[in-house]
């Protein structure tokens, strides 16, 4: 259902992947970087105080937070992309009832009230 989406949406591409985040910033060395902008991200991250490190994760779970709610407007009609001409329409696989048109509220509201 709605809430059941909303809800493990919420869970994989907030609480998963800020503990990805975490992890990656907490547990790499940065001369064990393959990539330039990693290794420049973890360095940058090393300059931070504990302090600003939790700063610097609230930062990237809001802007998941932005992204996903901006993604759900899309996918419920509240925001239309450039050259859209049809209304899109969400369901389960085996099943013809449509779940999108609220998505977006219910996670705010989930967001709003801080459930994990």
């Known amino acids: 259902n709605k809430l059941e989406f909303v809800n493990e949406l919420r ?25 330039l902008y990693w290794e420049r991200a973890l360095r940058f991250f090393q300059k931070l105080d504990k302090s600003d490190r939790e700063v610097f994760f ?18 419920d009609g509240v925001v239309w992309l450039e050259g859209q001409t049809e209304d899109f329409v969400l369901n389960m696989k085996n099943s013809k009832n449509q779940i999108n048109g609220d998505l977006q509220d219910m996670f705010l509201e989930l967001e709003e009230l801080d459930l994990p």
């Open 58 to 75: 609230k930062i990237i779970r809001q802007i998941g937070v932005d992204a996903t709610s901006n993604i759900l407007a899309i996918i």
């Open 11 to 35: 869970k994989s591409v907030i609480f998963e992947n800020l503990n990805i985040y975490r992890e990656l910033f907490e547990k790499t060395d940065p001369n064990k970087a393959t990539d």
